[in-house]
């Protein structure tokens, strides 16, 4: 007899029941990426309200990565422990808060506390996101969906990027405290539309709430209007408190799980995020260096995100066409080679325009087929921390990105050696994915691990 959680793996996909939760969880992503946008716009601006030198101005994108680091271990644990839908809703009630106050900054430093813990509550998005649409969608066609998430990310790019740009020709004066406010007003309306979401059955079924789950799977079976058979619950596994042993129990759990999995995930996102990042916080400061104006710099950044939307839905397409691996494995190493093109040819202006369009495009390929992939890799005990730890890493190489980069790597090693170095170790993790991971396409959550061959990577 088929269990609940192989049910809902099994339903039909309809947009008026899984999809929109994949639109609620897509609009909180898209606010993740509009944050993180808005760091590379903040620091011309914000240098020239406080008179900040590039080693300071590169703590607006510092302090903003670094908390959603914090955020991102945090609530993927948290989400494992206390169900994904308050998860869900705190999260983006967190960043609207300490995001108004931002705009309401003093000083420098107390702008930079604040984009702190903004951080921290957009830094659980992703991985408490991932997780619930995960969880609802059917196996056939959860690599198209996990991986389609990803548009929400340039279309937040891109509208952070016309916001900005809009604002700025309105007004020079204070115009970033605009920046921050305007983005906080849709995020609030999105975290009211949040609390009428499901918690997913399959946590439910881990926690023992037997009686909710099934509620759940019924109302599930009914909305898609399909034909199941007879079905049980699976026996609940016991889920612990939240403590800070149960954190660290979670770290402990994942390396248990699969040490591989867990190092080659730890890896990519690391790399990944470390080249994307770092191109997307310095943009418009490198172009402004050429000497761009505010206006035009932060054009080109919006169409290199812009770009992007067409890359996510190319990815969304080849993750089930030719699997995650090749995707992930190939798009990396050449996205990064994109960057390279351009921090050589930066004083031509047609070819360096070319080269960055390509990144925009090329790095969108990468980043939503990673996304589904690791959350995949994960059985559902595990799956929210696992993408939060993996998401973790990420950020915090990623927060000292603005830092490192406006401090040491540009002005020593200039932009195409710093760019080199970055392709290098991308292209090393994508190796290390080839041999130690398994390719996920097609397979049911919580049983991709027992698919392994005997070598221990599936085909």
Known sequence: MKTGDQIVQELPWRWRTQGMIFLVGGLGFMFDAWDVTLNGFLIPLVSAQWSLTKPEASWVGTANLI???????????????????????????????????????????VFCVFR??????????????????????????????????????????????????????????????????????????????????????????????????????????????????????????????????????????????????????????????????????????????EGYGNYAAFMVTTLMTAVGIVGVLVSAWLVDAVGRKWVIGLSGPVAALALVFFAVQLEMPTAAKIWIGAFGFIIELTIPALYAYVSELYPTELRASGFGWASTVSRVGAGFVPLIFGSLLWPVLGLPLTFVAIAVIVTAASVAMAFLTPETRGRELDQIESERTPSGVAM
Do not use: H
């Open 67 to 109: 908390g959603m680091a914090v955020g991102a271990f945090g609530w993927g644990g948290i989400a494992d422990i206390i169900g994904r839908k308050r998860a869900f809703s705190l999260t983006l009630l967190m960043f609207s808060v300490f995001s108004v106050l931002g705009a309401l900054s003093p000083s420098f430093l």
């Open 116 to 289: 702190f813990f903004a951080g921290v509550g957009l830094g659980g998005c992703i991985p408490v996101d991932y997780a619930l649409v995960g969880e609802f969608t059917p196996a056939k066609v959860r690599g198209r969906v996990l991986t389609a998430m990803d548009v929400w990310w340039p279309i937040g790019a891109t509208l952070c990027g016309v916001v900005s740009t809009a604002l700025l020709a309105v007004t020079a004066i204070d115009s970033w405290r605009l920046m921050l406010l305007v983005m906080v007003l849709p995020a609030l309306l999105l975290f009211w539309i949040r609390l009428s979401v499901p918690e997913s059955p399959l946590y439910l079924i881990r926690r023992g709430r037997e009686a909710e789950a099934r509620t759940i799977i019924e109302k599930l079976v009914a909305r898609t209007g399909a034909t199941v058979e007879p079905w049980t619950l699976p026996d609940a596994r016991s889920a612990p408190r939240l403590s800070m042993f149960s954190v660290v129990k979670q770290l402990r759990d994942l390396w248990r799980f699969n040490a591989g999995v867990t190092a080659v995930s730890w890896a990519l996102f690391l790399t990944v995020f470390l080249l994307y990042y770092g191109a997307l916080t310095w943009l418009p400061t490198i172009l402004k260096t």
